[in-house]
């Protein structure tokens, strides 16, 4: 059974310009997580997708980030613009439903660099 | 709210020896607790976890944890570490009606031969 796939897994990109990260959870599972990760720390949660339904975005800096998950399968998570401070990896993880006793499945991540 | 405490952000251990990563949480429903790793330039995989069944819990690679109520802690432990464990350890807790992970600041385990 095939991961959580995310691409790309590197991108280097000058401040203010935009950027976007793709991901494809694993088949069947309902929820879709995106978390950052900055330098030495833990992942902190971005938003929550329950199917196509964002559920939980209240960590999400809206001014400059969206989210979107068409038809509850793929996901992107776009910066626009992108400032020093967005360097980190960003993970997206899925379950089949909402966490609780249920473990999320990370990709790789994507390793922003900003310029 | 729900969080984890990681004491100690690098522990070094000799191959071998025994291998003891802190872990204290703080939650306001039952809680369920994991331990992921990370290995560098790569997501996080589960060890383990604890769903409210039994208190001490084993994973994979020979990692076991305890959950200890009374403490409030989630300790993760090996009995001989091996070189391959060398990676970022970190401990998450979600709880019953929850449905988001909170991490921890992870644990960077270092094994010297």
């Known amino acids: 059974e095939a991961g959580v796939v995310q691409s790309p897994r590197y991108k280097i990109i000058e401040k203010k310009q935009p950027v976007a990260f793709w991901c494809n959870p694993i088949s069947g599972h309902n929820t879709l997580y995106w978390y950052r990760q900055n330098l030495g720390q833990g992942p902190e949660l971005l938003i929550r997708?329950?199917?196509?339904?964002?559920?939980?975005d209240s960590q999400l800096p809206k001014d400059r980030f969206s989210a979107e998950r068409l038809k509850g399968v793929d996901s992107t998570l776009k910066i626009q613009p992108a400032e020093l401070g967005d360097s980190a990896v960003y993970l997206c993880?899925?379950?089949?439903?909402?966490?609780?006793?249920?473990?999320?499945?990370f990709g790789q991540g994507t390793r922003l660099t900003v310029v | 709210a729900q969080s984890v405490t990681q004491l100690g952000s690098h522990v070094s251990v000799s191959e071998g020896a025994l291998v003891l990563l802190r872990c204290n949480y703080s939650s306001s429903v039952p809680p369920y607790l994991f331990w992921y790793v990370q290995y560098p330039n790569q997501g996080l995989q589960l060890l383990l976890k604890?769903?409210?069944?039994?208190?001490l819990v084993k994973g994979i690679n020979g990692f076991e944890a305890e959950f200890k109520k009374s403490e409030t802690s989630f300790h993760l432990t090996k009995p001989s570490a091996h070189m391959s464990d060398a990676a970022e350890y970190f401990c998450a807790v979600s709880g019953t009606g929850a449905n988001n992970l909170f991490f921890g600041t992870g644990t960077r385990l270092t094994v010297i031969p």
């Open positions: 993880a899925s379950s089949p439903r909402g966490t609780g006793n249920t473990e999320a499945f």
């Open positions: 997708y329950e199917n196509e339904e964002a559920v939980d």
């Open positions: 604890y769903t409210s069944a039994a208190t």
